[in-house]
């Protein structure tokens, strides 16, 4: 490891005997992650003596010190453990995890700057924290490439934190080329998603493609197969991994479309306004499409992606979203995916205490309130 990272010794991480050890574990794993990324933003400052740069480097670390529901690294560490990962090496499974965090921090940014979002986490998004710092006219403009710009190292960053835990051993190279299959994945996915939202007549197999790859890949599937490489994971688990990931992801992208247009604001941190008034093509927002008729479509035509949408009219486009039955078809589907993940589960060869705690987690994950 480089003399300027944190260390990434893991002490106390042990041996999973029921749901209450799960939550022991997920909650030291997700520590451990919190303050390895604490310590290596902290040894990173920025090369000139400029106040303003200094600022754009602290309201990075606060964003990614400063939430996040660490799911891809607590995927990786039981993919690693449910791959037979044993506790001398653990450190590189959290090293591992704490680059994917890292990684999604700056891919977070940059979708904020996309979907011009004002919230994340209940804060003002990085580009809007970022356009109040200057002293001058163009705050906006300079706030959002100022993001761009702290993205990107965000993402460099990762990269440092991967090249100190995948190093030059056959695991660490299988673990390499996952992270890297992974970013050419995640980026198509993103370009799908803002192709969807130009020609504004994505179905719902469409939009299904676009959360296969911008989120279901992304955040279960590779990761699991991430850390299961680096514990030796032989082609049958990794893909015993995909077969579990692929469906979790999808009903976790579901659930965030429902809570991005039925969620309380006050638990997600995110305005519930936000997906409505971008006119997001989810596939729950399909589904009211398909059904939709007469006065219900013209309506949902009209004011879906209406950026002066108010309160009013968004309560009008989820009752449309309730009465085509949209909402219930989506419930319907993140539950067959959640059983489909889990019906995976049952036939992989894991680890018995990866298989309770991914259990553990399918369950919250497609359940959440945030």
Same mark, same amino acid.
């Given at each position: 490891?480089?003399?300027?990272?944190?260390?990434?010794?893991?002490?106390?991480?042990?041996?999973?005997?029921?749901?209450?050890?799960?939550?022991?574990?997920?909650?030291?794993?997700?520590?451990?992650?919190?303050?390895?990324?604490?310590?290596?933003?902290?040894?990173?400052?920025?090369?000139?003596?400029?106040?303003?740069?200094?600022?754009?480097?602290?309201?990075?670390?606060?964003?990614?010190?400063?939430?996040?529901?660490?799911?891809?690294?607590?995927?990786?560490?039981?993919?690693?453990?449910?791959?037979?990962?044993?506790?001398?090496?653990?450190?590189?499974?959290?090293?591992?995890?704490?680059?994917?965090?890292?990684?999604?921090?700056?891919?977070?940014?940059?979708?904020?700057?996309?979907?011009?979002?004002?919230?994340?986490?209940?804060?003002?998004?990085?580009?809007?924290?970022?356009?109040?710092?200057?002293?001058?006219?163009?705050?906006?403009?300079?706030?959002?490439?100022?993001?761009?710009?702290? *993205?990107? =190292? +965000?993402? #460099?960053?990762?990269?440092? !934190?991967? $090249?100190?835990?995948?190093? /030059?051993?056959?695991? @660490?190279? &299988?673990?390499?080329?996952?992270?890297?299959?992974?970013?050419?994945?995640?980026?198509?996915?993103?370009?799908?998603?803002?192709?969807?939202?130009?020609?504004?007549?994505?179905?719902?197999?469409?939009?299904?493609?676009?959360?296969?790859?911008?989120?279901?890949?992304?955040?279960?599937?590779?990761?699991?197969?991430?850390? *299961?490489? =680096? +514990?030796? #994971?032989?082609?049958?688990? !990794?893909? $015993?991994?995909?077969?579990? /990931?692929?469906?979790? @992801?999808? &009903?976790?992208?579901?659930?965030?479309?429902?809570?991005?247009?039925?969620?309380?604001?006050?638990?997600?941190?995110?305005?519930?306004?936000?997906?409505?008034?971008?006119?997001?093509?989810?596939?729950?927002?399909?589904?009211?499409?398909?059904?939709?008729?007469?006065?219900?479509?013209?309506?949902?035509?009209?004011?879906? *992606?209406?950026?002066?949408?108010?309160?009013?009219?968004?309560?009008?486009?989820?009752?449309?979203?309730?009465?085509?039955?949209?909402?219930?078809?989506?419930?319907?589907?993140?539950?067959?995916?959640?059983?489909?993940?889990?019906?995976?589960?049952?036939?992989?060869?894991?680890?018995?205490?990866?298989?309770?705690?991914?259990?553990?987690?399918?369950?919250?994950?497609?359940?959440?309130?945030?």
């Amino acid at each position: 490891m480089t003399a300027d990272t944190v260390d990434t010794s893991v002490k106390g991480i042990t041996g999973v005997g029921d749901t209450g050890g799960v939550a022991a574990v997920t909650s030291a794993v997700r520590g451990r992650v919190d303050e390895l990324l604490a310590g290596f933003l902290d040894a990173r400052r920025p090369p000139v003596g400029d106040p303003d740069v200094a600022e754009g480097y602290r309201l990075l670390r606060e964003f990614v010190v400063g939430g996040g529901k660490r799911i891809r690294p607590l995927l990786c560490y039981w993919g690693w453990r449910g791959a037979g990962g044993e506790e001398p090496h653990e450190d590189r499974a959290v090293l591992t995890g704490a680059a994917l965090e890292l990684y999604h921090a700056g891919l977070l940014i940059h979708d904020d700057v996309m979907d011009g979002s004002e919230l994340r986490r209940g804060r003002p998004t990085i580009h809007r924290g970022l356009a109040g710092t200057p002293r001058w006219t163009g705050a906006e403009t300079f706030g959002q490439s100022a993001a761009i710009l702290l *993205g990107v =190292l +965000a993402q #460099a960053w990762a990269d440092e !934190l991967l $090249a100190d835990a995948a190093t /030059g051993d056959v695991r @660490g190279r &299988a673990a390499r080329e996952l992270f890297n299959r992974m970013r050419t994945e995640v980026v198509t996915g993103q370009y799908l998603d803002i192709l969807a939202h130009a020609r504004a007549d994505a179905d719902v197999e469409q939009a299904l493609t676009v959360i296969r790859y911008k989120t279901a890949r992304y955040t279960v599937e590779r990761p699991l197969q991430i850390g *299961g490489a =680096l +514990a030796g #994971a032989p082609p049958a688990l !990794l893909e $015993a991994y995909s077969r579990f /990931g692929l469906p979790l @992801g999808e &009903a976790f992208q579901l659930r965030d479309d429902v809570l991005g247009v039925f969620g309380d604001p006050a638990v997600t941190g995110k305005p519930v306004l936000d997906d409505l008034r971008e006119g997001k093509r989810t596939v729950l927002m399909a589904y009211a499409y398909a059904r939709a008729r007469g006065p219900e479509r013209d309506r949902l035509r009209t004011w879906h *992606g209406a950026p002066d949408l108010d309160e009013r009219r968004a309560a009008e486009l989820r009752q449309i979203i309730v009465d085509t039955g949209a909402l219930g078809e989506v419930e319907d589907l993140i539950a067959l995916r959640a059983g489909q993940a889990l019906d995976a589960l049952r036939d992989c060869a894991i680890a018995p205490d990866a298989a309770r705690a991914l259990t553990v987690l399918t369950e919250r994950l497609t359940r959440r309130v945030r």
